[in-house]
Every structure is written in C-alpha cells, then in structure tokens.
C-alpha cells in the first residue's frame, strides 16, 4: 500500500478529494462521476489513474461499465484527517446532493426497463382511453391559478392550461407565435389566456404576479438558462412554484440545426443546481418518460417551490 504521505499529497487536490469523498459513499462510473463534478472525462480517467496507482481506489467491471470504489484497507488515518478538511472544500456538500441525483438516475433507468416491458401489455386499443382525457382529469385537480406559460409557442399547452386556470400568461419571443396564438384564442373563446411579446431572461411579467411558471420544453432555447430561472423566480408569488419540462442532457447534435436548441437538454445535477441558485427550494426531478426510437430523447420533470 502507497505511503499515507503519498496519499496524502495527491488528496491536497481538492477534485482527487472530492472524488475519494463521494467513492467512499457509493461505487462510480467515470461518467457518473463526470456528471457530479462537471469535469471533463480526460481529467477525471487521469485523477482516477492516480488514485488508483497510489492504491487508494480499485474498480471492477460490470456490463460495459466500469465502476470505482475506495480499496479496502485505506488508511483509516488518511480518511479521518480528509474528512476534518472537508471545510475547505466547498463544493463538497454539494457533490451529496449531486450523488443522490445520480443514484435516483439509476433507478429511473431500472425503472424504464420495467416500464417498458409493463407497456407491451396496455398497447391494444382501448375504448374510451386518451392522453387528452387523462389531461383534462387532471387538470381539474388543480386549483384556479395564474400561470405563465413561458416560451408559449403556438400556445396548445396554453389553451389546455386555460380551460381550468384563472388566468394563463404566454410569453415568446416570436411575433408571429404570439399573433397566431392570440388569433387561435380568440377564435376559440378562450377569454383568460393573453399572450405577451417578450424574451425568457426579460420576462414582461410584474413581480410576484404568477403562482405558476411553466418551461414546457423552452428551457433548452435560452441563451442563459440561469437567468431565464431568475426571472421565473422573480415573477412568482411567495410560495409559488416553477415546473421544468425539458429534455435530459443528450448527445443528439444534429438537434441544434433541426429544433434550434442551444443546449442539449440538462442533467438532474444541472437542474438542481439552476433551481437552487435561483433561490428554489422543495426540489424535485425525476424523468418520465423514454422515447422508444433512436436517439431515444429523455423527458425530464423539475419542480421546485419559491
């Protein structure tokens, strides 16, 4: 076994630290571990060479994957002496909540498995059975509420919205989404839906003036994601609440010139932390929903309470 002074010069690192911190919790994929640290796989595979030689972690295969753990017999006073250091390590605290993510990520995709073999047995037609009708049963479980439906679009969801909201607020930045959006209201007597002209990060909404914000797959269109959460946060009355319906983080590229999307979806670890600087609390996120064909794009839902 490596010298504990060895060690202990490559855990003065606080990313080598970091890892060794989160090892010590739960076995982890480079990938997995790349997801937590927001560190590129070269940096990471290198940290993990040199922990590994300095005999402080081990790995084992399992399917493709190749997972990284503490190695039995660390010394229990290198642990003892990382663990009082962790105060100096800021970051640390947030890596927990980023590795329960990443462990709630696992069983969606055990989840998905089941879910998928549990479909084969409902795909026969069923009288009477609809989305639709499941939505609007739905809806009617919600209290009237303000709700601004941000990065509107033709406005489908808006409509929908409206039939059981007080009042729903669309916003986009394109004039003829708004103006089509608005003619398909009218035409359909929809007198509680108003559309607005305005951009995600500058939102034409007063303060504290929604109970509600909604990204219905619009978050992946903003320039600045961030901002575009602190103006949801800033438009909500205390205790109102945002909803993110995006894609997870993917590798689809073609989806920039196809959709216009300036971002590949986000990880839970990425929504977690948008929302939690923006001054969200109560978070949640799960996916739910897989799409069966290549490239197989996730669902996401987020929710967090101001």
């Known amino acids: 076994m490596a010298s504990i002074l060895k060690s202990l010069r490559l855990l003065t690192d606080s990313s080598r630290a970091r890892i060794v911190l989160l090892l010590e919790r739960e076995e982890l994929s480079v990938a997995e571990l790349q997801e937590i640290l927001g560190m590129g796989q070269s940096t990471i595979s290198t940290y993990m060479a040199q922990l590994k030689q300095a005999a402080i972690v081990e790995d084992r295969r399992t399917g493709k994957n190749i997972l990284y753990s503490l190695k039995d017999g660390v010394h229990t006073e290198l642990m003892a002496v990382l663990k009082q250091a962790v105060t100096e390590v800021p970051e640390a605290a947030q890596d927990i909540e980023a590795l329960k993510l ?4 696992r069983q969606d995709k055990m989840r998905t498995h089941f879910d998928e073999l549990a479909g084969k047995f409902g795909r026969q037609y069923v009288p009477g059975r609809s989305w639709q009708g499941l939505a609007e049963t739905l809806l009617l479980l919600m209290p009237p509420l ?3 439906d941000l990065g509107a679009g033709e406005g489908t969801v808006s409509e929908l919205l409206a039939r059981r909201a007080k ?7 394109s ?5 089509f959006g608005t003619t398909l209201a009218n035409e359909h007597g929809v007198t509680n839906l108003e559309y607005r002209l305005g951009d995600l990060e500058s939102l034409p909404i007063a303060a504290g003036e929604a109970d509600v914000a909604f990204f219905s797959q619009s978050l992946h269109h903003a320039q600045h994601p961030k901002a575009a959460l602190a103006e949801a946060y800033r438009i909500l009355k ?3 609440r945002v909803l993110i319906l995006d894609l997870m983080k993917h590798h689809f590229e073609e989806a920039r010139a196809m959709y216009a999307h300036l971002w590949l ?3 839970k670890v990425e929504l977690q ?3 939690q600087d923006a001054g969200f609390h ?3 996120i799960a996916v739910v929903h897989r799409e069966p064909d290549a490239p197989h794009f996730e669902t996401v839902l987020a929710a967090g309470d101001r």
């Open 146 to 148: 303000v709700i601004a």
């Open 273 to 275: 932390r948008l929302l």
């Open 167 to 173: 009042r729903v607020i669309a916003v986009d930045n």
């Open 102 to 105: 990443v462990l709630a990520r």
């Open 238 to 240: 205390p205790g109102g």
């Open 265 to 267: 979806g986000f990880s």
């Open 175 to 179: 004039e003829k989404m708004v103006e």
């Open 282 to 284: 109560n978070i949640s």
